[in-house]
Protein backbone atom coordinates (compact mmCIF):
# COMPACT_ATOMS: atom_id res chain seq x y z
CA UNK A 1 0.00 0.00 0.00
CA UNK A 2 1.28 3.58 -1.19
CA UNK A 3 -0.22 6.13 0.53
CA UNK A 4 -0.21 10.32 -0.98
CA UNK A 5 -0.98 13.77 -0.25
CA UNK A 6 -2.72 14.87 -3.65
CA UNK A 7 -3.17 18.69 -4.34
CA UNK A 8 -4.44 20.00 -7.68
CA UNK A 9 -4.41 23.44 -7.81
CA UNK A 10 -6.23 25.68 -11.23
CA UNK A 11 -5.84 29.42 -11.26
CA UNK A 12 -8.01 31.03 -13.45
CA UNK A 13 -6.87 35.16 -14.11
CA UNK A 14 -8.91 38.04 -15.76
CA UNK A 15 -8.12 41.02 -16.93
CA UNK A 16 -11.41 42.29 -15.75
CA UNK A 17 -13.70 41.93 -13.60
CA UNK A 18 -15.75 38.62 -13.31
CA UNK A 19 -19.64 38.88 -11.89
CA UNK A 20 -20.60 34.88 -11.58
CA UNK A 21 -19.08 31.86 -12.58
CA UNK A 22 -20.31 28.06 -12.17
CA UNK A 23 -17.82 25.81 -12.36
CA UNK A 24 -18.14 21.96 -12.17
CA UNK A 25 -15.36 19.81 -11.17
CA UNK A 26 -13.96 16.11 -11.01
CA UNK A 27 -11.47 16.57 -8.62
CA UNK A 28 -11.99 14.22 -6.23
CA UNK A 29 -10.79 10.72 -6.40
CA UNK A 30 -12.68 7.19 -6.55
CA UNK A 31 -13.92 4.96 -3.41
CA UNK A 32 -12.46 2.03 -4.83
CA UNK A 33 -11.46 -2.19 -3.71
CA UNK A 34 -7.86 -0.76 -4.57
CA UNK A 35 -7.68 2.99 -3.54
CA UNK A 36 -9.13 4.32 -0.60
CA UNK A 37 -10.23 8.08 -0.13
CA UNK A 38 -9.53 9.91 3.26
CA UNK A 39 -11.05 13.41 4.07
CA UNK A 40 -10.78 15.24 0.20
CA UNK A 41 -11.13 19.05 0.35
CA UNK A 42 -12.56 20.80 -2.85
CA UNK A 43 -11.29 25.10 -2.10
CA UNK A 44 -12.79 27.86 -4.15
CA UNK A 45 -11.18 31.20 -3.79
CA UNK A 46 -13.54 33.80 -3.56
CA UNK A 47 -15.62 31.33 -1.20
CA UNK A 48 -18.34 29.93 -3.64
CA UNK A 49 -21.65 30.89 -2.71
CA UNK A 50 -23.09 27.57 -3.99
CA UNK A 51 -20.96 24.51 -3.53
CA UNK A 52 -22.28 20.83 -3.46
CA UNK A 53 -21.20 17.05 -4.20
CA UNK A 54 -22.95 14.91 -6.77
CA UNK A 55 -22.77 11.39 -7.87
CA UNK A 56 -22.50 11.45 -11.96
CA UNK A 57 -23.95 8.48 -14.41
CA UNK A 58 -20.47 6.53 -13.70
CA UNK A 59 -20.05 6.83 -10.33
CA UNK A 60 -17.73 9.72 -10.21
CA UNK A 61 -17.69 12.28 -7.69
CA UNK A 62 -18.77 15.75 -8.97
CA UNK A 63 -18.09 19.06 -7.59
CA UNK A 64 -20.38 21.94 -8.11
CA UNK A 65 -19.57 25.45 -7.27
CA UNK A 66 -21.17 28.94 -8.32
CA UNK A 67 -18.82 32.13 -7.05
CA UNK A 68 -20.87 35.50 -7.67
CA UNK A 69 -18.44 37.82 -5.87
CA UNK A 70 -16.86 40.10 -8.48
CA UNK A 71 -13.35 38.88 -9.12
CA UNK A 72 -10.19 38.67 -11.47
CA UNK A 73 -8.62 35.84 -9.79
CA UNK A 74 -10.50 32.23 -9.57
CA UNK A 75 -8.46 29.44 -7.84
CA UNK A 76 -9.88 25.68 -7.26
CA UNK A 77 -7.80 23.60 -4.97
CA UNK A 78 -8.51 20.01 -4.88
CA UNK A 79 -6.80 18.58 -1.76
CA UNK A 80 -6.19 14.98 0.65
CA UNK A 81 -5.04 11.91 1.34
CA UNK A 82 -5.40 8.25 -1.05
CA UNK A 83 -3.73 5.10 -0.22
CA UNK A 84 -3.71 2.87 -3.19
CA UNK A 85 -2.20 -0.33 -3.75
CA UNK A 86 -1.72 -2.48 -7.44
CA UNK A 87 -5.38 -3.43 -8.86
CA UNK A 88 -5.57 -7.23 -8.93
CA UNK A 89 -6.40 -8.62 -12.43
CA UNK A 90 -8.30 -12.35 -13.00
CA UNK A 91 -5.71 -14.05 -14.95
CA UNK A 92 -8.29 -16.33 -16.17
CA UNK A 93 -10.44 -13.50 -17.34
CA UNK A 94 -7.31 -12.05 -19.11
CA UNK A 95 -6.76 -15.93 -20.90
CA UNK A 96 -10.10 -15.69 -22.58
CA UNK A 97 -9.85 -15.02 -26.25
CA UNK A 98 -10.52 -11.48 -26.78
CA UNK A 99 -13.67 -12.53 -29.36
CA UNK A 100 -15.48 -13.80 -26.34
CA UNK A 101 -15.76 -10.17 -24.47
CA UNK A 102 -17.52 -8.31 -26.94
CA UNK A 103 -20.60 -6.86 -24.92
CA UNK A 104 -22.54 -5.82 -27.94
CA UNK A 105 -22.40 -9.31 -29.57
CA UNK A 106 -23.93 -11.25 -25.97
CA UNK A 107 -25.60 -8.54 -23.94
CA UNK A 108 -26.83 -11.04 -21.41
CA UNK A 109 -23.24 -11.74 -20.72
CA UNK A 110 -22.35 -11.48 -16.51
CA UNK A 111 -21.35 -7.44 -16.96
CA UNK A 112 -22.13 -6.71 -20.44
CA UNK A 113 -24.85 -4.59 -19.62
CA UNK A 114 -22.69 -2.38 -17.74
CA UNK A 115 -20.03 -2.45 -20.81
CA UNK A 116 -21.89 -1.83 -23.23
CA UNK A 117 -22.01 2.38 -22.94
CA UNK A 118 -17.95 1.55 -23.60
CA UNK A 119 -18.26 -0.41 -26.33
CA UNK A 120 -19.68 2.34 -28.30
CA UNK A 121 -18.21 5.32 -30.21
CA UNK A 122 -18.39 8.98 -28.28
CA UNK A 123 -17.63 12.17 -29.53
CA UNK A 124 -13.90 11.90 -28.79
CA UNK A 125 -13.52 8.25 -29.29
CA UNK A 126 -15.42 7.91 -32.90
CA UNK A 127 -14.80 4.15 -34.68
CA UNK A 128 -12.14 5.29 -37.08
CA UNK A 129 -11.09 2.70 -40.03
CA UNK A 130 -7.50 3.45 -39.28
CA UNK A 131 -7.17 2.79 -35.89
CA UNK A 132 -9.45 -0.53 -36.81
CA UNK A 133 -6.86 -1.55 -39.21
CA UNK A 134 -3.73 -0.47 -36.63
CA UNK A 135 -5.00 -2.57 -33.60
CA UNK A 136 -5.74 -5.66 -36.09
CA UNK A 137 -2.14 -6.45 -36.03
CA UNK A 138 -2.67 -7.21 -32.15
CA UNK A 139 -6.02 -8.49 -31.96
CA UNK A 140 -5.12 -11.74 -34.01
CA UNK A 141 -7.53 -14.30 -33.72
CA UNK A 142 -8.04 -16.31 -30.75
CA UNK A 143 -5.31 -14.28 -28.72
CA UNK A 144 -5.72 -13.88 -25.13
CA UNK A 145 -7.45 -10.95 -24.36
CA UNK A 146 -4.87 -9.52 -21.56
CA UNK A 147 -1.95 -10.25 -24.38
CA UNK A 148 -3.26 -8.63 -27.25
CA UNK A 149 -4.19 -5.46 -25.25
CA UNK A 150 -0.51 -5.19 -24.02
CA UNK A 151 1.05 -5.85 -27.29
CA UNK A 152 -1.25 -3.03 -28.37
CA UNK A 153 -0.21 -0.12 -25.81
CA UNK A 154 3.41 -1.46 -26.11
CA UNK A 155 3.07 -0.69 -30.19
CA UNK A 156 1.12 2.81 -29.32
CA UNK A 157 4.10 3.54 -27.26
CA UNK A 158 6.85 2.82 -29.31
CA UNK A 159 5.18 4.21 -32.56
CA UNK A 160 3.75 7.41 -31.54
CA UNK A 161 6.25 10.16 -29.93
CA UNK A 162 5.27 11.93 -26.85
CA UNK A 163 4.81 15.85 -27.53
CA UNK A 164 2.81 18.51 -26.26
CA UNK A 165 3.72 20.75 -29.46
CA UNK A 166 1.78 18.13 -32.13
CA UNK A 167 -1.74 18.31 -30.46
CA UNK A 168 -4.59 20.55 -28.72
CA UNK A 169 -7.62 19.50 -26.26
CA UNK A 170 -9.71 18.97 -29.33
CA UNK A 171 -7.00 17.05 -31.25
CA UNK A 172 -8.91 14.21 -33.18
CA UNK A 173 -8.24 10.55 -33.64
CA UNK A 174 -7.73 11.14 -37.21
CA UNK A 175 -4.75 13.77 -36.91
CA UNK A 176 -3.20 11.61 -33.49
CA UNK A 177 -3.20 8.61 -36.54
CA UNK A 178 -1.60 11.29 -38.83
CA UNK A 179 0.96 13.08 -36.60
CA UNK A 180 2.08 10.06 -34.66
CA UNK A 181 2.46 11.92 -31.42
CA UNK A 182 0.45 13.66 -28.73
CA UNK A 183 0.11 13.44 -24.97
CA UNK A 184 -1.51 10.64 -22.52
CA UNK A 185 -4.94 12.44 -23.49
CA UNK A 186 -4.72 11.16 -27.22
CA UNK A 187 -2.76 8.53 -26.87
CA UNK A 188 -5.89 7.13 -24.50
CA UNK A 189 -7.91 7.90 -27.63
CA UNK A 190 -6.24 6.64 -30.01
CA UNK A 191 -6.12 3.13 -28.24
CA UNK A 192 -9.66 3.61 -27.04
CA UNK A 193 -10.44 3.74 -30.76
CA UNK A 194 -8.65 0.78 -31.85
CA UNK A 195 -10.48 -1.11 -29.14
CA UNK A 196 -14.04 0.13 -29.27
CA UNK A 197 -13.55 -0.93 -33.50
CA UNK A 198 -12.97 -4.08 -32.63
CA UNK A 199 -16.19 -3.78 -30.48
CA UNK A 200 -14.29 -4.21 -27.23
CA UNK A 201 -15.27 -1.95 -24.35
CA UNK A 202 -12.63 -0.03 -23.11
CA UNK A 203 -12.92 3.31 -20.80
CA UNK A 204 -11.25 6.78 -20.64
CA UNK A 205 -9.83 6.69 -17.02
CA UNK A 206 -8.66 10.12 -15.85
CA UNK A 207 -6.36 10.86 -13.06
CA UNK A 208 -2.92 11.64 -11.17
CA UNK A 209 0.42 9.27 -11.94
CA UNK A 210 2.99 9.66 -8.77
CA UNK A 211 6.62 10.40 -10.59
CA UNK A 212 9.99 9.76 -9.16
CA UNK A 213 12.72 12.89 -9.34
CA UNK A 214 15.65 12.17 -11.78
CA UNK A 215 18.70 9.93 -9.85
CA UNK A 216 20.32 12.92 -7.46
CA UNK A 217 17.92 15.55 -8.34
CA UNK A 218 15.49 16.48 -5.18
CA UNK A 219 11.46 15.99 -5.96
CA UNK A 220 10.02 19.39 -7.18
CA UNK A 221 6.69 20.20 -5.49
CA UNK A 222 3.83 20.48 -8.23
CA UNK A 223 5.81 19.53 -10.64
CA UNK A 224 3.39 16.45 -11.51
CA UNK A 225 0.39 16.35 -14.17
CA UNK A 226 -3.09 15.24 -14.40
CA UNK A 227 -2.93 11.80 -16.24
CA UNK A 228 -4.95 9.61 -18.65
CA UNK A 229 -5.05 5.44 -19.25
CA UNK A 230 -7.32 2.61 -20.35
CA UNK A 231 -9.27 0.04 -18.48
CA UNK A 232 -10.42 -2.66 -20.70
CA UNK A 233 -13.38 -5.14 -20.24
CA UNK A 234 -12.58 -8.99 -19.38
CA UNK A 235 -15.99 -9.79 -18.40
CA UNK A 236 -18.22 -9.52 -15.58
CA UNK A 237 -16.85 -6.85 -13.37
CA UNK A 238 -13.28 -7.87 -14.15
CA UNK A 239 -10.84 -5.04 -16.03
CA UNK A 240 -7.48 -4.39 -17.23
CA UNK A 241 -5.95 -0.99 -16.54
CA UNK A 242 -2.85 0.20 -19.56
CA UNK A 243 -1.25 3.06 -19.63
CA UNK A 244 -0.08 3.39 -23.22
CA UNK A 245 1.62 6.37 -23.06
CA UNK A 246 4.19 5.15 -20.18
CA UNK A 247 3.74 1.07 -22.09
CA UNK A 248 2.84 -0.69 -18.55
CA UNK A 249 0.11 -1.53 -16.53
CA UNK A 250 -1.77 0.51 -13.87
CA UNK A 251 0.00 0.14 -10.21
CA UNK A 252 0.23 1.66 -6.62
CA UNK A 253 1.43 4.74 -8.72
CA UNK A 254 -1.88 5.68 -10.32
CA UNK A 255 -4.10 7.56 -8.30
CA UNK A 256 -7.76 7.41 -10.14
CA UNK A 257 -10.09 10.14 -10.31
CA UNK A 258 -13.20 9.72 -12.58
CA UNK A 259 -13.82 7.26 -15.73
CA UNK A 260 -16.09 7.47 -18.72
CA UNK A 261 -16.11 7.49 -22.34
CA UNK A 262 -13.66 9.47 -23.48
CA UNK A 263 -12.20 12.39 -21.82
CA UNK A 264 -15.08 15.12 -22.47
CA UNK A 265 -17.20 13.05 -19.83
CA UNK A 266 -14.30 14.01 -16.44
CA UNK A 267 -12.65 16.99 -17.39
CA UNK A 268 -10.81 18.27 -13.94
CA UNK A 269 -12.99 21.72 -14.33
CA UNK A 270 -15.30 23.47 -16.80
CA UNK A 271 -17.53 25.98 -16.45
CA UNK A 272 -19.52 29.09 -17.37
CA UNK A 273 -18.47 33.04 -16.57
CA UNK A 274 -20.36 36.29 -17.23
CA UNK A 275 -17.42 39.12 -17.60
CA UNK A 276 -16.50 41.87 -20.33
CA UNK A 277 -12.53 40.45 -19.61
CA UNK A 278 -10.67 40.04 -23.00
CA UNK A 279 -8.17 37.67 -21.96
CA UNK A 280 -7.60 34.71 -19.44
CA UNK A 281 -4.20 32.74 -17.92
CA UNK A 282 -4.76 29.28 -16.49
CA UNK A 283 -1.97 28.05 -14.06
CA UNK A 284 -1.96 24.17 -13.00
CA UNK A 285 -0.22 22.90 -10.51
CA UNK A 286 -0.54 19.12 -9.46
CA UNK A 287 1.30 17.74 -6.71
CA UNK A 288 1.25 13.82 -5.41
CA UNK A 289 3.50 13.46 -2.67
CA UNK A 290 3.77 9.99 -1.25
CA UNK A 291 3.81 9.68 2.81
CA UNK A 292 4.88 7.66 5.50
CA UNK A 293 2.89 3.85 5.69
CA UNK A 294 0.23 4.41 8.00
Known amino acids: MTRYLVEHRTTYTYDDDVTDSLGVGHLVPRELPWQRVGAYDVEVTPEAGDASRDADFYGNTVVYFQVTTPHTELAVVGRGEVEVVPPEVD ?30 PSAAVPLHAGARDYAAASLTPGRPVGEAVVDLVHRIHADFDYDPTATTVTSTVSEILAKRAGVCQDFAHLTLSALRAHDLAARYVSGYLATEPPPGRERMVGADASHAWVAVWLGGDAWLAVDPTNDQRQDERYVTLAWGRDYGDVPPLKGVIFTEATSTR ?7 APLPAG
Do not use: I, K
Request: net charge negative.
Open 91 to 120: TDAEARPWEQLRPLADPTAPGAWQATDFAL
Open 282 to 288: LDVSVDV
